[in-house]
């Protein structure tokens, strides 16, 4: 073999020898790299993506070899995508729910317990949200973000009845008397509010210092028969027949209040913010305003619609998951998000009153955290308590003591 031979035969092995050793190099590193999974719902995708994407630059660089597999979801079948995912073991690290779609996962033992100490404002988080991942004092999941309800209203109509935008409860039910005095024909409201949205009707108690029920002693126990939920019982019937002009049994699911107002059947809504979105030609007449307390310089409380981020129990990347979660919802990011969708941040430290979605959910409130409280939902206790007390076929007392035992029952079932 002569020497030119010998040389090409050479350099052929030790470029070999350089790929099969750069081969095994890729095959190990991409063995040892790690994944952290997070789902996010894909209003993150089209409202704030780069502070999903800052948050994960952050992440990845604070911690080397953990690459982060960010997948969007969409509300529809999502829950049941988890549900596979946990018959499977092939669980996401790190994923949003809505705050009324926690309880069933946190009672089934699914989640990982939080720290709230570890994670920036948690002393300020919004109680509609946290009470929401929270039972029997401990967390499983951390407040993301909210929106609130707020008074949508025609400025035309409350300018012909003289009413300005009220800052008490006393002065807009002032309001709502004139305003259906000038327009009161068949079918008007001055203020549209279906009898049985109990979630309107709850306000007024939690308002007043009241409640729906109480954990103590390992059972449950109505607050609805207390002197505050009481008063506040009575507040609501007082304001609902001043300015509606429903039915006691009415629901605010058909018609809904924004259609009943695009079809010029009322001066004023109440419902989550994005309800103007709906109002047809009056849109140009519409503004909003918060719902006032009965307490002057305060706020109704609301109940907030909103996400909170969990990790699931079954995840093998809890401690990476805490970190990258620690980033997300840490006040930059917070802030971040609140300045690209509008959004109000999950906490009271970081809302700006002037804005008032955020002023709106300074004050709020959550169901009980109890697996059976579905059970009372779909029993229509509350819809069954307000349609006896706005019709009078109960007294308050009577309607609130049948319904707190019934949600006491309810309950405390095991």
Known sequence: MNLRRIIALAGCLLLATVV????????????????????????????????????????????????????????????????????????????????????????????????????????????????????????????????????????????????????????????????NKK?????????????????????????????????????????????QSLLGLKTYKAFWKAASRTKPNSMEINPAPYDVYAQNRAAAIVGPGWFTCCVGKYKSVTKQFVMPSATPGKVMPGFLGGSNLAIPKASNMKTEAAAWLKIFIGTGSEKAIVAASGNIPNATNLADPKQLNQRAAARSWFVPMSPNWANVENGNVLRTMLKQILSGSLTIPQAARNAGDNIELTLNQK
Request: aromatic residues 14%; hydrophobic residues 40%.
């Open 183 to 227: 327009f009161g024909k068949k079918g008007f409201s001055a203020v549209y509010i279906p009898g049985t949205d109990w979630y309107f009707a709850m306000g007024f108690l939690f308002d007043r210092g009241g409640g729906i029920a109480k954990l103590s002693g390992g059972k449950w126990h109505s607050l609805l028969n207390t002197k």
């Open 20 to 179: 099969a050793v750069s081969t095994a190099s890729a095959r190990t590193s991409k063995k040892s790299a790690k994944t952290l999974t997070v789902w996010l719902m894909a209003d993150a995708q089209t409202g704030w993506p780069d502070v999903v994407k800052a948050a994960n630059t952050k992440f990845e660089a604070a911690n080397p070899g953990v690459n982060v597999d960010l997948q969007y979801q969409t509300w529809g079948a999502y829950l049941n995508k988890f549900d596979a995912t946990l018959a499977g073991g092939n669980v996401p690290d790190v994923l949003e729910f809505g705050n009324t779609q926690m309880q069933k996962y946190v009672f089934a033992g699914a989640l990982e317990k939080i720290t709230p100490s570890n994670y920036e404002n948690s002393k300020y988080w919004l109680a509609g949200l946290a009470d929401a991942a929270k039972y029997k004092g401990t967390y499983y999941g951390v407040p993301y973000y909210a929106g609130s309800r707020l008074v949508a209203y025609r400025t035309d109509l409350f300018k012909k009845a003289g009413v300005k935008v009220p800052k008490t409860l006393a002065a807009f039910q002032a309001g709502a008397v004139k305003l």
